[in-house]
């Protein structure tokens, strides 16, 4: 756990866990995270390892309804679960906004994109105040965009009018779920310059989930790695990405383009991701990894805090060593 | 409705139909058949009802174009009351089916996981019912009648409507823009009404249109065993099994109703192709 100084974000031993036979999925295993105003932070991780789930949380929100069963979020200072009502909506729609993966599903195809800009009491937004985001948010032809449906505009321009929509209110906190995702590379860094533009000059605090480690380390101050639900390792993203102490993150960084170092191969990640059924009592990542040491199958590591940096390793930092540290030599940035 | 927004919908239903030459002119079909159905009274072709107002079975002839039945009244006159029954019984129903079909599985599918449960097992029993012995026993409870034909063809259509109604409410429901729509502030019944519900509404036009088809079908099905519209009054249906007891001699008493009903038939599910594209706006060029 990394203790920032003024936390806006505060996860305390979270557990979330999705119905499913026979045994529940548990995308979330005591998790602790902080985060502080003004900064961006990353969630890595592969295909299943609570980084949405994660992100959706801070703002007290699921796609399937699902409420923590253990452990807490505080985000500016209010337990988003226990919100109801009219002060939960209030929250949602002043304290927060969110740009999700897929665009033109983030928008109502049967409302023009001009009708989908709402005031945080659920009345239409004027056009002039509509028009003036779609601007800020580097559309041109703003009278145009705002008379389409979702599917006559493109992807990149769609995310822009997402992106529109979740500024509209200055939210202190911006949280970004696989924003470029559906998007082709050219525009990728355009949404992500734009992304990070709009967080420097509002002073505000934005969450971004990603794949894609090069604009997590590109973009993001913090990172945090997340597998198995948990937090597996989290520090200075430039730190983690150039001298990783957990081997799984080594082991992603082995499996990504662009990291391999010179003459180096890209190394897939052997195995596959754990099944998160109940809580794990030993390192989830243990079968997967070639460092593993009898303990780590027997018992479940601990988290571990050395100045700015987080793991969850039973294995000793220098003892990793240079099996580890080769992940990041071939990365330039 | 603006005059502008109304004007716009009749240059959008016009760009539709003529994109889509066959649904065209199976809406062309539709209408004349039911504007003439509609006029018929006022025509001169005698009434539903007259009995001697030709020679028994009597062949084709100016004041009956389609001949005469076996009682000498103007089959055409039959058959355009017949429509207006089996079109207005089997719309109606529909309706009904539709409206509650349409509203149990939007609440139950949105409000709580129970009522889920309880709708969805519920249809499950109805479509465990053959449609035919479902319209046994509903005539064995309520007799013969356009009563029992309304319910019989209501119970049939409204737990498929039930089924279609629900799926696209789970698919909706979990789309993205509902969330933001959450997140933007705005209220429960607001994305009821602004989000949801134009979403799942071409899913159930669409689904209704088809209904009203298989409504027709199964008027006709009821009438043509006797337990739906009674004599004197006239059904598609009951003019086909008039029409049977003489199809050697007379042919005509069957052909007229048969070719009227498959071509309403026909034309209704076409109308429902092309309808889905024209609600739907991603299918809007």
């Given at each position: 756990m990394i203790e920032i100084k003024q936390p806006i974000i505060e996860v305390r031993d979270l557990v979330v866990e999705y119905k499913s036979h026979p045994l529940p999925v548990r995308a979330l295993d005591a998790v602790d995270f902080t985060a502080s105003a003004d900064e961006t932070v990353g969630f890595v991780g592969?295909?299943?390892?609570?980084k949405s789930t994660l992100a959706m949380a801070l703002g007290g929100v699921s796609r399937s309804g699902v409420r923590p069963s253990r452990g807490s979020v505080q985000t500016f200072g209010r337990d988003v679960f226990a919100l109801r009502g009219q002060d939960r909506r209030r929250f949602l729609s002043e304290d927060i906004g969110f740009v999700f993966q897929n665009p033109i599903g983030s928008?109502?195809?049967?409302?023009r994109i001009g009708h989908q800009f709402f005031t945080p009491d659920g009345q239409p937004l004027n056009e002039k105040r509509v028009e003036e985001l779609l601007s800020s948010v580097g559309l041109e032809d703003t009278g145009r965009i705002m008379a389409s449906?979702?599917?006559?505009?493109?992807g990149g321009m769609a995310q822009r009018v997402c992106i529109a929509m979740a500024i509209s209110v200055n939210p202190p906190l911006l949280i970004a779920d696989?924003?470029?995702?559906?998007?082709d590379a050219s525009v990728k860094t355009q949404i992500l310059d734009l992304l990070t533009e709009l967080r420097a000059r509002a002073r505000s605090t934005l969450i971004l989930v990603s794949h894609d480690l090069h604009s997590v380390r590109k973009y993001c101050d913090r990172v945090c790695v997340m597998y198995g639900g948990r937090i597996v390792e989290a520090g200075p993203s430039r730190d983690v990405f150039d001298c990783p102490r957990h081997p799984y993150t080594a082991a992603l960084l082995r499996s990504?383009?662009?990291?391999?170092?010179?003459?180096g191969r890209i190394e897939p990640i052997p195995g596959y991701p754990p099944s998160l059924n109940g809580q794990a009592s030993n390192c989830t990542f243990a079968p997967r990894c070639a460092l593993q040491i009898p303990v780590c199958r027997e018992n479940r590591p601990p988290v571990s805090v050395e100045g700015d940096r987080t793991k969850c390793c039973w294995l000793p930092g220098n003892e990793i060593g240079m099996e580890i540290s080769q992940a990041g030599r071939g990365y330039h940035a | 409705m603006s005059i502008e927004a109304t004007m716009k919908f009749f240059v959008r239903l016009r760009r539709a139909m003529l994109s889509d030459t066959v649904s065209a002119v199976a809406a062309v079909v539709l209408v004349l058949i039911l504007l003439i159905s509609i006029f018929g009274p006022f025509l001169p072709i005698g009434k539903p009802d007259q009995i001697g107002f030709g020679p028994r079975l009597g062949g084709w002839s100016w004041s009956a174009p389609m001949g005469t039945d076996q009682l000498g009244r103007s089959v055409l006159a039959r058959v355009l009351q017949g429509i207006r029954v089996t079109f207005v019984l089997s719309t109606v129903s529909v309706a009904i089916a539709g409206l509650a079909g349409a509203l149990v599985g939007i609440s139950a599918t949105y409000f709580h996981r129970l009522a889920d449960e309880v709708a969805s097992r519920t249809a499950d029993i109805m479509f465990a019912f053959p449609p035919i012995l479902l319209g046994f026993l509903v005539v064995a409870i309520f007799r013969p009648g356009v009563t029992s034909a309304m319910a019989v063809i209501a119970l049939i259509t409204f737990p498929t409507m039930l089924r279609v109604v629900r799926a696209s409410t789970l698919s909706v429901m979990r789309r993205d823009f509902m969330l933001v729509a959450e997140i933007s502030g705005v209220s429960f019944v607001d994305r009821i009404f602004r989000h949801l519900l134009p979403n799942v509404a071409n899913v159930i036009v669409v689904q209704t249109i088809y209904s009203i088809s298989l409504g027709m079908l199964i008027e006709s099905s009821l009438s043509f065993l006797g337990l739906g519209v009674q004599p004197p009054a006239a059904s598609l249906g009951s003019l086909l099994r008039d029409g049977a007891t003489y199809?050697?001699?007379?042919p005509w008493l069957s052909v007229g109703p048969g070719i009227i009903l498959a071509l309403s038939i026909m034309s209704i599910n076409l109308v429902g192709d092309a309808t889905r594209s024209f609600v739907d706006p991603t299918y809007r060029f």
């Open positions: 592969e295909s299943g390892s609570g928008l109502d195809p049967t409302r449906f979702p599917h006559e505009v493109s696989e924003p470029t995702a559906a998007l990504i383009p662009g990291f391999e170092g010179p003459g | 199809l050697e001699i007379a």
